[in-house]
Structure formats: structure tokens, C-alpha cells
């Protein structure tokens, strides 16, 4: 079964403090690696995908990189509107692509 | 910029009551997908459709459910006899049939409360 296990659980940056949050991965074979963003009550806003060890996706503040184990968001300079939930989710097979998401890393950026 | 769009976006129903949620799809997209977030949990798989048939589901999705398409349009998740266990909200998902393009893309979701 595939398992998705995101940290830190909270973090709480100042407005220009970078940072990074991990996603570690257990799956069978890893076909895809989604990160999506989600605000209080509304549904998650999709990131990036990555497929394969190495690749790296960058867009505006944001920076992501996968292993074979785990990713990583890259928060450049962040300002107070990146405030959010950013959850990641895994991929593993079959054709139907259903995500296994992660709990997410809520994060609040103070001015 | 094309969206999924999801009624009502609220709903609040007594236990026993059939609901139905709604969902419009991007419209060339052709993969459809219901989650469920209870409340502070991980967002959860429940069925995914194409070409007019269920293709997966997961053990959250019984009898208690089912989806629908039932015009070039909509696409719908009923719930026969609520539980208050079922109190949660209710994404919908859409994705292109595309080569290198997996990427689901998600509705505001549905907030079904049950009393």
C-alpha cells in the first residue's frame, strides 16, 4: 500500500525566510509525485508533477526536487499570500492514476 | 483558464436522507475522480470513472454510493442512506486522457454536513 508521510506537520517562516518542506514515499513503483496547494475550504489547487529521480519543477517562490524517496518544496523568499496547506500525493500504477495524498505541511508566513 | 466547478457547495441533510453532489468536469477531459477530506484528515480516494464505467474504487466507496454521468456534462456521486460518519468535503477531480499530462485537477468541493 502506498504511504505518503509529509513534515514538518506546521511551520510558521517569517516573510523572506526559505525554507523547505519534505514529502517522504513508499510505494511499489513510483509513476508520478504531485504537489498541490489547498486554502481553508477550497480544494487543492495543483503544483507541479515529478516522475523521476533528479527532476526538478520550479514556479515563482516554489522549488520542487524528488529522490527515490522523498521530495522536497523549495519556499524562496516566501511572502504571506504562500500561506497554506501544501500537500503532496504519489501515483504508483494503473491507468486510473488515483492519488495517495499525505496530512500536509500547513504553513503561515508572518510579515 | 477552464475549471472543475462543484454544487452546492454546502449541504446539510439528516442521517438516512439520500444526497446528491455535483460536479462539471473540465470539458475535454475524459478521467473523473470523487475524494473526501474529513475534517483535519488526509484527502482520500474514492472512485474513479471513465469511458461511462467505474474503473476504481476503494473500500470507503460501497453500496451506500454510486456515481453517475449522465449527460456530456455533469458527473455525480450519490449517497443513498447518509451516515454521520459521512460528514466530510467532497472534491471532484478531472483529468486529461494525454500522454505525459496526469495531473488531476480539483473542484472547490462540496461540504456535506449530516445531522
Known amino acids: 500500500e502506498d504511504q505518503v508521510t509529509q513534515s514538518p506537520e506546521a511551520l510558521r517562516l517569517q516573510e523572506g525566510e526559505s525554507s523547505s518542506l519534505n514529502c517522504s514515499y513508499t510505494v511499489s513503483g513510483l509513476r508520478g509525485l504531485f504537489w498541490y496547494r489547498q486554502d481553508p475550504g477550497k480544494g487543492p489547487e495543483f503544483l507541479f508533477t515529478l516522475y523521476s529521480a533528479g527532476e526538478e519543477k520550479e514556479k515563482e517562490r516554489l522549488k520542487a526536487t524528488l529522490t527515490k524517496k522523498e521530495s522536497f518544496l523549495h519556499i524562496t523568499a516566501p511572502k504571506p499570500e504562500d500561506s497554506a496547506t501544501y500537500l503532496c500525493?504519489?501515483?504508483?500504477?494503473?491507468?486510473?492514476?488515483?492519488?495517495?495524498f499525505g496530512k500536509g505541511t500547513l504553513l503561515t508566513v508572518n510579515p | 483558464e477552464p475549471e472543475v466547478t462543484q454544487t452546492p457547495s454546502h449541504q446539510v441533510t439528516q442521517m438516512g436522507q439520500e444526497v446528491i453532489l455535483r460536479c462539471v468536469p473540465i470539458?475535454?477531459?475524459?478521467?473523473f475522480y470523487w475524494y473526501r477530506q474529513i475534517l483535519g484528515q488526509k484527502v482520500e480516494f474514492l472512485v474513479s470513472?471513465?469511458?461511462?464505467?467505474?474503473?476504481?474504487k476503494s473500500e470507503i466507496f460501497d453500496d451506500q454510493f454510486s456515481v453517475e454521468r449522465p449527460d456530456g456534462s455533469n458527473f455525480t456521486l450519490k449517497i443513498r442512506s447518509t451516515k454521520l460518519e459521512d460528514s466530510a468535503m467532497y472534491f471532484c477531480?478531472?483529468?486529461?486522457?494525454?500522454?505525459?499530462?496526469?495531473?488531476?485537477?480539483f473542484g472547490p468541493g462540496t461540504r456535506l454536513t449530516v445531522t
Open positions: 470539458s475535454n477531459h475524459l478521467y
Open positions: 500525493a504519489v501515483h504508483s500504477g494503473g491507468s486510473n492514476y488515483k492519488l495517495t
Open positions: 470513472f471513465y469511458n461511462n464505467e467505474i474503473s476504481e
Open positions: 477531480a478531472s483529468r486529461a486522457d494525454r500522454v505525459g499530462s496526469y495531473e488531476q485537477y
